[in-house]
Nanobody, 123 residues
Framework: QVQLVESGGGLVQAGGSLRLSCAASGSTFSINAMGWYRQASGKQRELVAR???????NYADSVKGRFTISRDNAKNTVYLEMNSLKPEDTGVYYC?????????????????WGQGTQVTVSS
């Protein structure tokens, strides 16, 4: 009932910038926290940045000071601004959203994931 559509990935030179977007759509839903994760070749998926419904943020140590996560609740969209990119940032980036739904009077939170978008940083 909820789909996440990502855009903005691509190829950039080291030191460059890139902006990723992820928009949620579907039936009636309520989104709590949203975040970005990435998976480099030969490595496990890791948290990059996360933002609560109220705007509180959390970043991986490797991207602090370089990346900024933000959201537009009216558009159900989360963004990731990536600056001073390094070759180590290369990988597939996935959008995540914690969606709250109610069934039979019970409210539960479920994680939804985007399809992933490739980010490649050349040296």
């Amino acid at each position: 009932q909820v789909q996440l559509v990502e855009s903005g990935g691509g190829l950039v030179q080291a030191g460059g910038s890139l902006r990723l977007s992820c928009a949620a759509s579907g039936s009636t839903f309520s989104i709590n926290a949203m975040g970005w994760y990435r998976q480099a070749s030969g490595k496990q998926r890791e948290l990059v940045a996360r933002i609560s419904s109220g705007g509180s943020t959390n970043y991986a140590d490797s991207v602090k000071g370089r990346f900024t996560i933000s959201r537009d609740n009216a558009k159900n969209t989360v963004y990731l601004e990536m600056n001073s990119l390094k070759p180590e940032d290369t990988g597939v980036y996935y959008c995540n959203a914690d969606v709250q739904i109610t069934n039979w009077g019970m409210s539960n939170e479920y994680p939804y994931w985007g399809q992933g978008t490739q980010v490649t940083v050349s040296s």
